[in-house]
């Protein structure tokens, strides 16, 4: 069997899920990509908490052993904050590396410069994980919707806000409670004002800006809440009429402008985000020729962030079927 290097920078919440499914996954990868997948190197802050790891990879916070191993064909990213994480993909993209990333922070600022280093570099850069966990958003955008012009998305995109006003309503907790609950399952940034304050879903929401129109708006023009001021009796205030307070995150073409916000809104029931709830996110696409498609599903989470970045792994690989670059990163099983 052929077998491809990969490393993944990140051992968190995201960085296990990825760990864990190539290896639960590796005879469906094999059989399906005709590959083997070896995790050659895994870069973490503290490789001392990890003490536990049994795997054969080699463990680190040098990210310089994962450069100088020219055999690692396929760089998995997921770690905290723009740096070092997009020196590390810039420099793997310079060596002639693909990259995956789950880093929407990261992304939202540098993605649009990695996406051309990465086609001056003839390498591909996968990013389905940025945006709305394990919904498949970005490659319906790339891949489905090349003709239709989407003129307005509307979308849930923090799974942590709409786990914790979906905890406030039905169970009664409190914001901080509901929160608790969310880190504890996973589903919250490091710092989880990110979550609350709407950055987040601000970043998510740039990413899809710059995937349909080649361009983000200004950001300090755009409306950012979060939903941390939202008290138990708001929500129960507006239950009472038969609504929801749901996190939105929109963004429209309004005369050739992009008008884009993201706060919290008291839907009605015949809203299509009206039913989404706990971690889940959805997304309110209205093309042209189609009309309104909603997408929704798992927002967040160690196992849906990693399906997105497994996705995008086997797309990478199909990509460099036949390919001259296939002789030079998929290792023949006789080496
Ligand atoms: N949690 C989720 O549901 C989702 C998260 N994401 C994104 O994925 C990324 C990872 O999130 P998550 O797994 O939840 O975070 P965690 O906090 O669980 O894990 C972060 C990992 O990154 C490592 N790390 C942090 N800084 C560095 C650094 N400077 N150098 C090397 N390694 C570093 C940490 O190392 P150590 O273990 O040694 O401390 C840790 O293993 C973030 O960018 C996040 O926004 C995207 C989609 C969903
Ligand atoms: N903290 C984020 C994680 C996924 O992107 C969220 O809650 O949506």
Redesign the pocket.
């Known amino acids: 069997m052929n077998k491809i290097q990969v490393a993944l920078?990140?051992?968190?919440?995201?960085?296990?899920?990825v760990y864990h499914h190539l290896h639960t996954h590796q005879r469906i990868i094999e059989r399906e990509l005709g590959v083997s997948i070896e995790i050659a190197v895994i870069?973490?802050?503290?490789?001392?908490?990890?003490h536990d790891f049994a795997g054969e990879a080699i463990l680190t916070?040098n990210?310089q052993v994962v450069l100088d191993n020219p055999k690692i064909a396929i760089v998995f990213?997921?770690?905290?904050?723009k740096?070092?994480?997009f020196t590390?993909l810039t420099k793997s993209i310079q060596a002639g590396k693909h990259v995956i990333?789950?880093?929407?922070?990261?992304f939202a600022y540098h993605g649009n410069e990695l996406v051309k280093l990465a086609n001056a570099n003839h390498v591909r850069v996968g990013y389905e994980?940025?945006t709305a966990?394990g919904i498949p958003i970005i490659q319906t955008l790339k891949q489905l919707f090349q003709v239709n012009q989407i003129r307005k998305i509307t979308g849930i995109l923090n799974?942590?806000s709409n786990y914790i006003l979906t905890e406030m309503r039905e169970n009664r907790l409190s914001l901080d409670e509901a929160l608790q609950q969310a880190q504890y399952l996973?589903?919250?940034?490091?710092d989880p004002t990110?979550d609350i304050e709407g950055y987040?879903a601000f970043y998510k929401l740039m990413i899809l800006c710059q995937l349909l129109y080649d361009r983000q708006p200004e950001w300090t023009s755009v409306k950012r809440r979060g939903i941390s001021a939202i008290t138990l009796e708001d929500i129960l205030a507006q239950y009472s009429q038969g609504k929801r307070i749901k996190h939105l995150a929109s963004v429209e073409i309004i005369d050739n402008q992009i008008e884009a916000s993201v706060e919290p809104v008291a839907l009605a029931s015949n809203h299509p985000l009206f039913a989404i709830e706990g971690v889940d996110n959805a997304i309110v696409l209205e093309g042209d020729i189609v009309g309104k498609v909603t997408l929704s599903g798992p927002?967040?989470?160690?196992f849906?962030?990693a399906s997105?970045m497994i996705e995008d792994l086997a797309i990478i690989i199909r990509s460099l079927k036949g390919s001259n670059e296939a002789s030079r990163l998929i290792e023949s099983a006789s080496n």
């Open positions: 920078l990140g051992l968190g919440t995201v960085g296990k899920g870069v973490v802050k503290h490789p001392e908490k990890h916070s990210f990213e997921a770690i905290i904050g740096e070092p994480a590390y990333t789950a880093n929407k922070e990261m994980a940025t966990g799974g942590t996973g589903y919250a940034e490091e990110n987040d927002g967040a989470g160690s849906p962030t997105a």
